[in-house]
Every structure is written in C-alpha cells, then in structure tokens.
C-alpha cells in the first residue's frame, strides 16, 4: 500500500467479523510494522452508511461525533529482522499455494 499510495502508512484501521481474532490482529501488525487499530463495535462498515445516510439528510454533522465505543490498538512486538523473514516465508507460502487445487480430467 504505501508503495502504491506513495504515502506510508501510520496504522490500520480494520472493522469486520475476522476482526474478533486477536491473533490475526496481532499477526497484521507484526508483519506491518505498524498499529493496528480495531473499534469495540467490529461491524462498522453498517454503522458507517448508517452514518452517511445521517448526515445526508441532516440529522447530524459527523465532524462533531466522537469515538465513544473505543477501540483496541494492537502495536508491533516484533523488529524488523523478523518481520522480514516472516514476510519471506509468507510470500514462499503464497507461490507454493498458486495451482493448488486439482482439476478433474473429465
């Protein structure tokens, strides 16, 4: 992503049922390098056109909301030695995982 936004990133924002995982979260932010942050309600995506619709039609300015539910930020607890030969051994996984499934000679 930051090759390709040519801005690199200072966290990531991740909503959605996988979300509930804390391995995975802590997974992300270890091979990232970077926060992961998660908000209390995981579901967001609902919440967010939810939102829009709001203020669309007036019933609130979202500039003026304020994160009450929280959130739970997972930071990265490994350096970057590590990090570069997990992601190594991920993309390794990815190339040996490509033509994977079987296709029947019918």
Do not use: C, H
Request: aromatic share 4%; net charge neutral.
């Amino acid at each position: 992503m930051n090759k390709d936004s040519g801005i690199p990133l200072r966290q990531l924002q991740v909503d959605g049922g996988m979300t509930a995982n804390n391995l995975l979260m802590q997974d992300q932010a270890d091979l990232l390098g970077i926060p992961v942050v998660r908000p209390t309600m995981l579901e967001t995506t609902a919440l967010g056109a939810a939102v829009a619709a709001g203020k669309a039609v007036g019933v609130w300015d979202i500039n003026q909301e304020k994160d009450v539910n929280g959130k739970t930020t997972f930071t990265p607890a490994i350096d970057e030695k590590v990090r570069e030969k997990r992601f190594k051994k991920w993309l390794k996984a990815v190339q040996r995982s490509m033509q994977w499934e079987e296709r029947d000679n019918e």
